[in-house]
């Protein structure tokens, strides 16, 4: 957009670790940048800061010495955010409080020239409350980057209720010349990254609290199986709960508290205990000079070896070639361990279902994969058949977690929750597909785009764990969103609008 194009100076208002690093993209990209702080003396050590950064980046070969320098002499250093100025732009990134942003708003009104468009930072408050402080709200959008800025290439454009029509698409193409990738959300709680995160921490914090696994074997299911960077529990250590918790609350009270983002009481009990995670030196980790202490992973204990018989050719198949016994007869021996791969059921009920001895029964998750199997036990399980499934498992080389039998264990819980959170966005319009799978790959660094990785595990697979679960607790948490459902049943993408009845105007 022409705007975009023409935009030679903007004001950056904080300089905290968002504010330098959206003022340095901002010089790397050609803009005259004027950096502000409430604290003049912060100002000097940021710009500081950024031209050793710059430095950096020029000796490690990511931009020339004279690209650099020139970066640095296009920092500005103002003695006051309220300064007089002529930029084109003003980015607020001062501490996250509604009643200081709209003070700063306001003042800036007066100071600022009408062109001037100004946006907010903002992770969690609302653009359209943000914006009641001005006389001229249509002038303000919210420009939501992730930390560490030049690194996290997601930018969300916010527009408010009263944003004036042209601002979020002037930003979206700011954004791509700043050399990051912009999507556009709604205004509504946690906007689309933070909304669409809920679906991991959430349901790992629930499967902790059934007892279904521990933090350890739900981060380690997450990154083995998943694929995930980190688990659900690192991610909240690195985070910190001070942060975590109240975005968790802040979203669900925005949303008039949807089950399917309900907090957890253990993070709330945490925060309160100041186990917070690494800055803390101890969260639902323990941590020594930063590194991250966690005991050895259990191995398998020694068990009689007996044969397996699984409603799993695959899965029998790999155990035979590991030199397993194996049984491919319609129904098992009575000396069988029995293995079975339900889809969303818990193995005690795919048992039931099958007329399988439930006592030899246990559970593997299908989405187990070469790197970790995900193996299940049920109350009623025999102790000495179930030790003896472990040790088969642990002799194709692959490390195994045991944990509690549960409708689609861990690994496919998680991935339901994922899938059916951003299923709601879709489905309620808060964002395109296309920028929900986009925001989430790149922000929170999923190997896919939870549309995208819902239509790969299959939708009817997905809805299976979702109605699984919600016939087994009662839960509403688990109720599956329409998107998914009407999706599932007619045979569509999950990544498709499909028909809609502004496509007949058209």
């Known amino acids: 957009m022409q705007w975009a194009e023409q935009v030679n100076a903007v004001r950056v208002i904080g300089t905290g670790v968002m504010g330098r690093g959206i003022a340095q993209i901002a010089a790397a990209a050609g803009l005259t940048v004027e ?118 290439r997601l930018v969300e454009v916010i527009p408010g209720a009263r944003t004036a029509e042209w601002i979020p698409d002037a930003l979206l193409a700011l954004v791509r010349r700043l050399g990051h990738t912009p999507v556009r959300a709604t205004d509504t709680p946690g906007f689309l990254v933070n909304h669409a995160g809920r ?22 299911i997450c990154r083995d199986v998943l694929g995930l ?24 009270t925005g949303y008039y508290g949807d089950p399917r983002l309900r907090p957890s009481p253990i993070t709330r009990t945490r925060l309160e205990a100041g186990l917070l995670g690494r800055k803390t030196g101890e969260g639902f980790y323990r941590y020594a000079d930063g590194v991250k202490q966690e005991a050895p992973e259990p191995q398998a204990p020694e068990a009689v070896a007996r044969p397996v018989w699984s409603d ?73 058949f179930a030790r003896s499934a472990w040790a088969a498992l642990a002799a194709t080389g692959r490390a195994v977690t045991v944990v509690r039998d549960s409708p689609g264990m861990v690994a496919q819980r998680i991935l339901a929750a994922i899938v ?34 819902g239509q790969q595990v299959g939708p009817r697979r997905v809805l299976s764990v979702l ?27 999950l990544t498709g609008t499909g028909t809609t009845p502004q496509d007949l105007l058209t």
Request: charged share 25%; net charge negative; glycine share 6%.
């Open 312 to 384: 799993s050719a695959d899965l029998l198949d790999v155990l035979a070639a590991a030199g397993v016994e194996v049984e491919r007869a319609p129904e098992p021996s009575a000396e069988a361990v029995v293995l079975v791969t339900p889809h969303g059921h818990s193995a005690a009920t795919a048992a039931r279902s099958a007329d399988l001895p439930v006592a030899r029964v246990c559970g593997v998750d299908p989405l187990s994969t070469e790197a970790r199997w995900t193996l299940s036990v049920h109350p009623a399980c025999d102790v000495e």
């Open 35 to 152: 950096l502000a702080d409430a604290r003049t003396e912060a100002v000097r050590t940021a710009v500081e800061e950024i031209g050793r950064m710059f430095d950096k980046l020029a000796g490690k070969g990511r931009m020339t010495a004279e690209q650099a320098a020139a970066a640095r002499d296009r920092l500005r250093p103002v003695d006051s955010p309220l300064a007089p100025t002529e930029c084109d732009l003003v980015v607020e990134a001062v501490r996250e409080d509604l009643t200081t942003k709209r003070e700063l708003f306001a003042e800036l009104e007066k100071i600022c020239p009408a062109r001037t468009v100004f946006a907010t930072n903002t992770s969690s408050l609302q653009v359209t409350s943000i914006a009641t402080a001005l006389a001229d709200p249509s002038r303000l959008a919210g420009l939501h980057f992730f930390n560490p800025v030049p690194l996290m």
């Open 467 to 493: 109605r699984a679960l919600h016939s087994a607790t009662g839960d509403p948490r688990y109720r599956p969103s329409r998107w998914l459902v009407e999706r599932a049943e007619l045979g569509l993408e």
């Open 229 to 252: 960077r980190m688990g659900p529990f690192e991610l909240m250590d690195l985070t910190g709960l001070d942060v975590t918790h109240p975005a968790m609350e802040s979203i669900w």
């Open 199 to 220: 679906g991991l921490v959430t349901e790992a914090l629930q499967i902790l609290s059934e007892g279904v696994a521990s933090t350890s074997d739900v981060d380690r």
């Open 420 to 453: 059916n959170t951003s299923c709601f966005i879709a489905e309620q319009r808060l964002a395109d597909p296309a920028d929900i799978d986009t925001a989430v790959r790149i922000a929170l660094g999923y190997p896919r785009g939870p549309l995208e990785w």
